[in-house]
């Protein structure tokens, strides 16, 4: 199913990563190509040393130069990008489509983009680059605050969901009374990982009999694989590497309740996942998470890096295991604002509204 035709499509030059790289904005591009008909996509970043960065930079300017210089349908140039690097990235793009005559969206994933302003010593460049856009772009009503208040053009900022698919559910044969926890995202420190598995450890005995935790994503901070031996908690964590695929549909359909204690969030795409599987979800009260996750209604919401709250919220679980049904069900009735249709939908409007 098209939800974007091609009538409006072809005049759409979408710019982001490569979308063979891990990650949350790899997720929305790959949703974008399955449901955008004849979707004209050119990849600005890919995973690597200097010489490829620079290379698909390099090759993305003069491919864009070139689209919205001899393709006479092109009207908007929609690029999705971040923080820190991927921001004076998506700088160079904004002047190119600019100087082209193209209108620009600006679609912003960064969950670390406070962090990054903040830290910067040239504040106003980056509020005059994002006011040059037509539309931003934003994953959530805080985010859209948050831009509004460092200057950005409140008439620009539209908030568009991120996509979730809807579930493919498959029946899994429970062999065991336990809790299935899930984690699926970076190993780091920002996304909490390491908070989650100290907070086991401190009680280890209580948990090792009743959970079973099954984690995956790209590692960024520190050993995974070390610090569950050193722990002693093989016998009930595993670490599966990076899920994607038929393996993130098993997991999904394997867990009970999804957890993810991160220290700065947009909104992540693997929570909506979770929730459109009609699981609760444990994680922390940043970015657009308290709009999607209320406590006890269909989760549980810990501060960052408290590791007393992250056990308290798995053993609630385990504890009450009634409340994972009706959570879930409730997560659900959430998450269809997210479902293709709808976003698709909004996302058509806001195309319509620049090419009038």
């Keep these: 199913m098209k ?3 091609n009538s409006i499509s072809k005049k759409i030059l979408f710019l982001g990563v490569s979308m063979k790289t891990k990650g949350g904005m790899t997720a929305v591009l790959v ?3 399955k449901y955008i008909e004849g979707m004209q996509f050119i990849p600005t970043w890919k995973l690597g040393n200097k010489l490829v960065k620079s290379w698909y930079a390099l090759q993305a300017i003069m491919r864009t130069w070139i689209k919205c210089t001899f393709d006479k349908n092109i009207k908007i140039v929609h690029i999705h990008g971040a923080a820190n690097a991927s921001f004076y990235r998506c700088k160079i793009f904004i002047n190119l489509a600019k100087k082209l005559g193209k209108k620009v969206i600006l679609h912003e994933h960064a969950a670390d983009f406070v962090e990054f302003y903040n830290n910067t010593t040239n504040k106003a460049d980056i509020t005059e680059t994002i006011n040059k856009c037509d539309k931003l772009i934003v994953l959530s009503e805080s985010w859209k605050h948050y831009f509004i208040s460092i200057g950005i053009d409140q008439n620009k900022i539209c908030v568009l969901n991120n996509i979730v698919s809807p579930p493919e559910l498959k029946p899994i044969k429970r062999i065991d009374d336990k809790l299935h926890l899930l984690y699926m995202g970076e190993i780091s ?4 990982a390491f908070d989650l598995l100290k907070a086991i450890c401190k009680e280890k005995e209580f948990f090792k009999d ?3 935790l099954r984690m995956g994503g790209n590692e960024v901070d520190g050993d995974i694989n070390k610090f569950i031996k050193d722990n002693g908690l093989e016998g009930f ?3 599966e590497g990076w899920i994607a695929g038929e393996h993130k549909k098993e997991c999904l359909n394997w867990e009970d309740v ?4 991160s220290y ?3 909104l992540p795409i693997a929570i909506l996942e979770a929730m459109s599987y009609s699981h609760p979800v444990i994680s922390t009260p940043v970015g657009g998470i308290p709009e999607v996750v209320e406590n006890k209604r269909n989760g549980i919401l810990v501060e960052p ?3 007393e709250e992250i056990a308290d919220a798995i053993k609630y679980y385990i504890e009450n295991k009634d409340e994972i049904k009706t959570q879930g069900e409730n997560g659900y009735k959430i998450v269809k604002d997210f479902f293709p249709e709808k976003v698709f939908n909004d996302l058509n409007n806001i195309y319509e509204t620049l090419l009038k």
């Design 305 to 307: 890096g408290n590791q």
């Design 264 to 266: 700065n969030e947009g």
């Design 189 to 192: 420190k920002r996304k909490g």
């Design 3 to 5: 939800y974007i035709q």
């Design 258 to 261: 999804y957890i993810l204690p």
């Design 31 to 33: 949703s974008y190509k």
């Design 210 to 212: 009743k959970l079973l």
């Design 237 to 239: 964590v595993s670490y």
